[in-house]
Nanobody, 116 residues
Framework: QVQSVESGGGLVQSGGSLRLSCQFT????????MAWYRQAPGKEREMVAS??????HYQESVTGRFTISRDSANNILYLQMNNLKPEDAGDYYC???????????WGQGTQVTVSS
């Protein structure tokens, strides 16, 4: 069973930066991908960035501003967020892809608030 603990969120002004971290524990040997999701108030959870097959993918709205990376030795996933905008606000969660399926047993998430 894979578990995750997200951290690094906070309150930042528009244009600011944050770096999110996700510590995974459990059996990750079969994981083929990792991703960050965002859930804004009143909206469904959506994937904003992923590493899959060694390649990174981004939602169009964050391309050029967010960077996803991983520390494979320590099972940590990062999301560097620059030039933050109010629409980036929400609770951020991480997930792994095992057996062709993105895990949906979420951690507690980390909250990002962006003031305009």
């Amino acid at each position: 069973q894979v578990q995750s603990v997200e951290s690094g969120g906070g309150l930042v002004q528009s244009g600011g930066s944050l770096r999110l971290s996700c510590q995974f524990t459990g059996r990750l040997v079969a994981a083929t991908g990792m991703a960050w999701y965002r859930q804004a108030p009143g909206k469904e959870r959506e994937m904003v960035a992923s590493i899959l097959g060694g390649r990174t993918h981004y939602q169009e709205s964050v391309t050029g501003r967010f960077t996803i990376s991983r520390d494979s030795a320590n099972n940590i996933l990062y999301l560097q967020m620059n030039n933050l905008k109010p629409e980036d606000a929400g609770d951020y969660y991480c997930s792994v892809r095992i057996g062709g399926v993105w895990r949906t047993s979420w951690g507690q998430g980390t909250q990002v608030t962006v003031s305009s």
